[in-house]
């Protein structure tokens, strides 16, 4: 693919951040490592203390000495790992690209990188986890950090220098998937970023910015864009109202708390608990009551899931659940007009804020990156938004959380409310101009609009 290629002079591992994450990487390997390993021989040896009596101490010793060694494993695969990271990005400079995700059941998360010249796209496969790749997915402004080579695969970061993964060049069909996906996503229609290392007057950063478009221009767009035909996609009850249900039965906040993944566990442990049943209520003749190797398995992966899950809803979803639900509860609104838009890269939205009063010539406040919306949405109008709190819960000078209330209902936001003033918010917008101008401008369309 042309146009992949670093720009920056210093090399990638030169960066302090980056240095750092492979660091961390490393030092993260050897704690699973020794720590599975010291648990699996712990209940290796506990075989000894409870031999046959009970007979579920053995199947406890059993499952724990299996995530131990699991554990174990993962942590050993880091070495490998970390030592290709240090060759890679101490071999060549970190590039940036605009980029989009696109998720696979089974086979992990395909990126798609543009070129820096607008020529080409590289088609890539992640390997990671999903709980460590979630912190450098692109956010709307759709940029990821690139190392390596094209051909034989390389290093992705978010824009930063890290965490760090490891990329594998897609082939075949699975490659014409994700340049497919990429291309309805408009990936090549993005603004080159500023490469890395590089500050805003030193050379090969943009010589010159793309005026943000007025309130009339957006609206057109999301007017044009509302009407555009949609997949057919499944039709989904109401979400119950947040100010008078718990938060755990409100979908977005489910899945961005976490909680679906704790169910695939929960699920895994009820298939046990009836293949369990099964046994009592129709026992097989002969049969001693010990567990076999298949359900051993499945008890231990379903466990292991939901704790991880759980942990996972504790230490991350829960938190910014709060926060979100503070929000969209705060007592004092802020009416403003807006414009909903598609994000530049993938399938959320963005809402672009405008003075509650004034006419179609303003310029926008602010933008509000946004979940794909549960239900129809009027591409223009009036929005109250309420919050205006910390990431961290409290109110403060830091990135507000924001929800946005249209039509007696919440929209989630994906990303923290960006001030038009600053280089966040900047940015996005500058994106979505870009797109903007690819094409005649729409003429506005009256009436409501359809968003999924």
């Not at 499944?234 to 169910?263: K, M, Q």
């Amino acid at each position: 693919m042309a146009g992949v290629t670093g720009v920056g002079r210093a090399r990638a591992l030169d960066l302090p951040g980056t240095a750092e994450e492979l660091v961390g990487y490393r030092r993260g390997g050897v704690r699973l490592a020794a720590g599975g390993a010291v648990l699996a021989v712990l209940a290796f040896l506990s075989f000894a203390v409870f031999p046959e009596d009970p007979p579920w101490a053995g199947d406890l010793a059993g499952f724990v000495c299996l995530g131990g060694s699991m554990a174990a494993v993962f942590g050993l695969v880091r070495f490998p790992y970390a030592r290709r990271f240090r060759r890679v990005l101490a071999a060549g400079p970190w590039s940036a690209h605009p980029a989009t995700v696109v998720p696979r059941a089974w086979s992990g998360e395909g990126v798609v990188l543009a070129a820096v010249d607008g020529e080409g796209m590289l088609p890539l496969r992640v390997i990671a986890s999903r709980a460590r790749w979630q912190v450098a997915r692109p956010v709307p402004t759709g940029v990821l950090w690139w190392c390596g080579d094209p051909r034989k695969g390389g290093v992705l970061a978010a824009p930063g220098g890290g965490p760090l993964f490891w990329a594998r060049p897609a082939r075949g069909a699975a490659a014409r998937r994700l340049l497919a996906a990429a291309e309805e996503a408009r990936l090549s229609a993005l603004p080159v970023p500023a490469p890395p290392q590089a500050g805003p007057e030193a050379p090969g950063a943009p010589a010159t910015r793309t005026p943000v478009p007025s309130y009339a221009r957006f609206a057109a767009h999301a007017g044009a864009w509302a009407a555009t035909p949609r997949r057919r996609e499944r039709r989904r009850r109401p979400e119950p109202d947040v100010r008078t249900v718990p938060w755990w039965r409100v979908r977005a906040l489910r899945r961005t708390g976490g909680l679906n993944e704790v169910g695939i566990g929960l699920i895994g442990l009820a298939l046990y608990g009836g293949l369990t049943a099964m046994d009592v209520v129709w026992p097989e003749e002969g049969a001693d009551g010990s567990v076999s190797t298949g359900r051993l398995v499945l008890l231990t992966a379903s466990v292991a899931w939901t704790l991880w899950a759980a942990f996972q809803v504790w230490n991350r979803g829960l938190p910014v659940v709060r926060v979100l639900v503070r929000a969209a509860l705060a007592p004092v609104p802020v009416e403003r007009r807006y414009a909903l838009v598609p994000a530049p890269v993938g399938e959320g939205a963005a809402l672009v804020v405008f003075p509650a009063h004034g006419g179609p010539d303003d310029r926008p406040e602010g933008v509000l990156p946004l979940l794909p919306p549960e239900g129809p949405v009027e591409p223009a109008g009036t929005v109250e938004l309420r919050g205006w709190l910390d990431r961290d819960g409290q109110d403060g000078d830091g990135d507000a959380v924001v929800v946005a209330w249209c039509g007696g209902r919440p929209l989630w936001p994906a990303g923290p409310y960006l001030e038009a003033g600053t280089a966040d918010g900047a940015e996005l917008l500058e994106a979505m101009a870009e797109l903007l101008e690819t094409g005649p401008a729409p003429e506005p369309t009256p009436g409501p609009g359809a968003q999924g």
